[in-house]
């Protein structure tokens, strides 16, 4: 699908149940980008040389983002947990052994965290890789223009995706703010709340009842 690449998107049972789970939840705009990210992860990894499981790093790409839904999203948890936990249970629910499950879970609770998904297992690494790819445009230039220009073409960005992506991920997260402490997302409140006040590691050390 992709160029000289061929990346396509996988043909299983489990795959068409993964895709019609996240296209009956997603808004146009996160299923496209859900599966752009696949469609990059992908292209990373057979240029990296990594074996991976087709269907386990589609499950990573297409349900990363489902914790910004509102029928997945938790009062107190990470909207990545979130996102992870459905994914669990959907596999788990399609037989999937709990050591691939756990691959998974990892993969999207881990992605937007960097510096550390790169160095585990490449369904982890890649997922991460392929969000950086199209949220970021992060390694842009080691694609060919050919298969960028194909990733988008099967899956379109939409004409202001940069701002697009910010709003929804400040929809997905904006109702429990607490949950943006240490990781990327206190960016996006910051970007949307001009008044927002962000956790402080310090702070939180200097507050606690130890002592000294």
């Not at 489902?66 to 959907?90: I, Q």
Request: hydrophobic share 40%.
């Amino acid at each position: 699908m992709t160029g000289s690449s061929l990346i396509k998107i996988p043909d299983s049972k489990l795959a068409r149940a993964i895709t019609e789970a996240v296209r009956d939840t997603e808004s146009d705009l996160l299923f496209n980008h859900s599966s752009r990210v696949y469609l990059f992860a992908a292209l990373t990894g057979e240029r990296r040389g990594l074996k991976f499981d087709p269907e386990l790093l589609y499950a990573g790409a297409m349900f990363h983002d489902m914790g910004l839904t509102k029928k997945h999203s938790s009062a107190t948890e990470r909207f990545e947990v979130d996102g992870a936990n459905v994914a669990r249970d959907f596999l788990r629910s399609h037989g999937i052994a709990q050591a691939d499950v756990d691959t998974v879970w990892t993969a999207i609770a881990l992605h937007t965290t960097p510096g550390i998904p790169q160095h585990m297992h490449p369904v982890i690494a890649l997922v991460t890789a392929g969000v950086e790819m199209d949220v970021l445009g992060i390694a842009y230039d080691q694609f060919s223009d050919a298969d960028r220009e194909a990733v988008v073409k099967a899956f379109p960005r939409t004409p202001h995706f940069k701002e697009d992506i910010i709003q929804a991920f400040y929809d997905g997260i904006k109702h429990k703010p607490d949950t943006t402490f240490g990781n990327v997302k206190a960016d996006v409140i910051a970007d949307k709340e001009p008044h927002f006040h962000r956790g402080n590691f310090c702070s939180v050390i200097r507050c606690s009842h130890w002592h000294g």
